[in-house]
């Protein structure tokens, strides 16, 4: 139960596995990931239905979408995946310090994902494609928005685990939060893979 | 907010039940002669959606989640669930998430679209003061309650077995918690995304639903039954776990079939899925979708039916006791049959066309939802009473609670489907004397007063019970089978002193049938780690409600700080660490060194 071997200065192999606690919150994190899918399944059911009513003189998904930029934010974010799995494996050789490092870097990839996000919402505005325009722009900026906001939460939460890790180092207690981070994070990359499919090739396709 | 006052929280969901109930009376006082004025039709409007959401969202689940709680960590021999805090925090997202729906009644007018809420009626077109604001997220915030509900039980019925539990050994009604916590986690996000794009469009003017500017009524019908379909087995599945205990207690043999009973739960849980278009019948899919679900709908009659022959045959040559307990269940067998039947004939889509919207639709979601369900929450309830409050229930009054509300129930309900035969419409506020509904109209009425009646002899029970002595046995009907009735009534805070040994299915029988007194402790006399209590969960749940009345009434600077005050509570909980306490053993001395 309290294997708190930090005593010793020597952590089990994974770290977070080793209480009660950790496993559970590792199982718990997934059966909500399973929850997060029907959500985003479910909107992106709703654009899938919605996104061919644009409605008379409205931009349609071809004209507006630039695949340079999206493309350099799926770069960007998939990245920072990659970084996501560099932290997880710093944190099973125990080297706190890379760990942070790596996060901080997965956290500077997001807040880039994020910035481009943004300037693209405000770009798409200005051409007149605003969040009440059409179903198919309600749809849009609510499944992309969607997304944008757990890429938010993300950060903010990785952010704050820095900062214990910092303070705290890492123990048996903050490595389960770290791992759930870390699928967190992978989940909201893996529906990003999907969005850039469904919304923006598929759009650009027409 | 752990373990430790897990059993009071039960008051404020019997006070959803009561109130769901009162509207449901109103409802029936209305109807009972033709052109009655008792209460306005809008006023009707409000009543009618008010009880089906309440009802289904505000009592029947949240009773439901109260025996969970109580029982499913002392059925699978855990100390607690794994997630004590989210539990607190799923009761209070609940209990605010009530609130705020109810709020609307004194704020100008009660959503009145109908538990359903179906756009265009539930458009700002059709809907334009804040009803549907309330409903959208007064249930937005509840729903987040039940997420959290059904995550916390599975995670903890896989990692928190005690030893030698395994899943073939699970009573039933852990199994069908398990298996409704999986229906939960895969059917509410689609009720979230519904309830959004509906608050969207109601508030920040989006057009998902908007035809006008290319949105789509039809979609939010979908979205809406494919979480709709799944809530109702989410319901009446842990219903049949409670009748599978009762049923074989009170018979004295072992659950018949029980591995088919597994696998007809998760057959139910799987087709449950498949089959929401059956609510949509008339909205005009064609006839390839319709034929596909109906046949998809028929399917589930063959697992109910596999469970129902299981249940007869457990009793079939046992020596019955016939307490209040066992008499909900025997009473349940049949009239929830009867809710199935008319299942399958809605099912027939052809037929269908026929009974939709009308009284015969009432009729059969009121057999399997009461006469299943509530039947199955009062036998629940009865059964488990001295396991959470250490009191026995008084068995006469229990029986005149099972009479008045078993005829009364029948009495309702029954003749209503006549009624909806003979063309009575649904949600409709009178109808004119001459077409044959008086009589019948008459009788439901008088049926649901006694229905009250039973209900209010339920309470009179729990008022005379709470003022006698605590002196239940622990094992009080005397032929507990499962691991909850191998210790004290009411359980300890920490379940069990020593996590047990379980060496087979019905885990307390098997030990008493090989002689021994109790179970065999699995582990040695050792202190347990216990969580500290949390002020978080409520805190949070109050941000959200606060949040959710800004949004509503496009104060956004309140909105914002009700979510300012939800987020910090995120990082107060995730900076603190809480290192709980421990009971000493020697704290645990005289409490009973058996597992």
């Known amino acids: ?206 | 907010m752990t373990i430790k006052n897990r059993h009071s929280v039960f008051d404020c969901r019997r006070i959803f039940f009561l109130i769901g109930g009162l509207e449901a009376i109103l409802i029936r006082i209305q109807l009972w002669k033709p052109l009655n004025n008792f209460v306005s039709a809008d006023m009707f409007n409000e009543l009618l959606t008010m009880h089906g959401t309440t009802m289904i969202f505000l009592a029947a689940m949240p009773l439901l989640f109260a025996l969970m709680n109580a029982i499913i960590p002392l059925q699978i021999g855990a100390r607690d669930v794994a997630f004590p805090f989210l539990n607190s925090l799923g009761f209070w997202t609940f209990l605010f998430g009530g609130l705020l729906l109810n709020v609307s009644w004194f704020t100008g007018g009660a959503p009145d679209a109908g538990w359903t809420s179906y756009v265009p009626l539930a458009g700002t077109t059709y809907s334009g003061d804040h009803g549907v604001d309330y409903y959208v997220i007064g249930l937005q915030i509840a729903g987040i309650g039940t997420l959290l509900g059904g995550i916390n039980f599975m995670a903890t019925i896989i990692n928190m077995r005690a030893p030698g539990m395994s899943f073939m050994r699970m009573p039933m009604f852990t199994w069908t918690v398990f298996i409704t916590s999986a229906l939960i986690l895969f059917a509410f996000p689609a009720l979230t995304v519904g309830l959004a794009a509906l608050m969207f469009d109601r508030l920040f003017d989006a057009n998902f639903f908007n035809p006008a500017n290319g949105g789509n009524t039809i979609l939010w019908e979908h979205i809406f039954w494919i979480f709709g379909h799944p809530e109702v087995y989410i319901l009446i599945l842990p219903a049949f776990g409670i009748i599978s205990e009762v049923v074989c207690t009170f018979s004295r043999k072992r659950l018949f079939g029980y591995s088919s009973m597994v696998f007809a739960t998760m057959l139910i849980g799987f087709l449950g899925f498949m089959v929401w278009a059956h609510h949509m019948f008339t909205t005009g899919l064609g006839p390839v979708a319709n034929a596909l679900f109906s046949i998809a709908t028929m399917l589930i009659a063959v697992p109910t039916g596999i469970k129902i022959f299981n249940w007869i045959f457990t009793m079939w040559g046992g020596s019955i006791r016939f307490t209040t307990a066992s008499l909900f269940a025997i009473g349940f067998i049949p009239t929830f049959v009867m809710g199935g039947v008319t299942g399958v004939m809605l099912a027939a889509a052809p037929a269908d066309f026929q009974y939709h919207d009308s009284y015969f639709v009432v009729a059969h979601f009121h057999y399997v939802i009461v006469g299943g369900l509530i039947m199955g929450i009062f036998a629940g309830l009865h059964y488990w009473w001295p396991k959470m409050f250490g009191r026995m229930l008084n068995e006469t009054i229990g029986k005149i609670t099972f009479v008045t509300f078993f005829i009364g129930f029948h009495m309702t309900f029954f003749v209503q489907h006549f009624l909806g035969l003979l063309g009575m419409p649904r949600r409709i506020w009178t109808y004119l004397d001459g077409l044959g509904f008086n009589g019948l109209n008459l009788i439901s009425t008088i049926g649901a007063i006694l229905m009250g009646i039973g209900t209010v002899a339920f309470l009179i029970n729990i008022v005379i019970t709470a003022a006698k002595p605590r002196n239940a046995a622990d094992d009080p009907w005397e032929d507990g089978r499962t691991l909850e009735w191998a210790i004290s009534s009411p359980a300890p805070e920490y379940n069990f002193a020593q996590t047990p040994l379980v060496r087979g299915y019905d885990a307390l029988w098997k030990e008493k049938m090989d002689g021994n007194k109790g179970m065999t402790p699995a582990e040695p006399l050792g202190s347990i780690h216990m969580p500290s209590p949390s002020i978080l969960p409520f805190i949070m749940s109050v941000g959200l409600f606060i949040a959710g009345f800004g949004f509503m009434y496009h104060n956004y600077y309140i909105g914002a700080a009700g979510l300012i005050i939800m987020f910090a509570c995120m990082v107060i909980r995730s900076v603190k660490d809480d290192h709980g306490f421990h009971i000493e053993p020697d704290e645990l001395q005289g409490k009973g060194v058996k597992a």
């Open chain 1, 1 to 206: 139960m309290s294997a708190h071997s930090h005593a010793d200065g020597k952590l089990p192999h994974e770290p977070e596995k080793a209480t009660l606690e950790g496993r559970n919150k590792v199982l718990g994190f997934w059966l909500f990931l399973g929850g997060e899918t029907v959500l985003f399944g479910t909107l992106f059911s709703a654009f899938l239905a919605l996104r061919h009513q644009v409605g008379e003189g409205n931009p349609t998904g071809q004209e507006l979408f630039q695949l340079p930029l999206v493309a350099l934010a799926t770069f960007l974010l998939l990245t920072s995946s990659l970084t996501s799995v560099f932290a997880i494996q710093a944190m099973h050789r125990q080297q706190t310090k890379q760990l942070i490092s790596w996060l901080v870097i997965t956290v500077l990839l997001g807040l880039g994902f994020l910035i481009l996000e943004i300037y693209e919402f405000y770009h798409y505005v200005h051409e007149g494609h605003g969040f009440t325009t059409s179903a198919f722009s309600s749809s849009f900026y609510t499944l992309v928005g969607f997304h944008g906001a757990h890429v938010l939460f993300g950060i903010c939460w990785i952010s704050l685990l820095i900062g214990q890790l910092m303070k705290k180092g890492l123990t048996v207690i903050t490595a389960p939060k770290v791992y759930v981070s870390a699928m967190y994070w992978h989940f909201i990359d893996v529906v990003w893979v999907f969005i850039f499919t469904v919304v923006y090739l598929m759009g650009k396709v027409g």
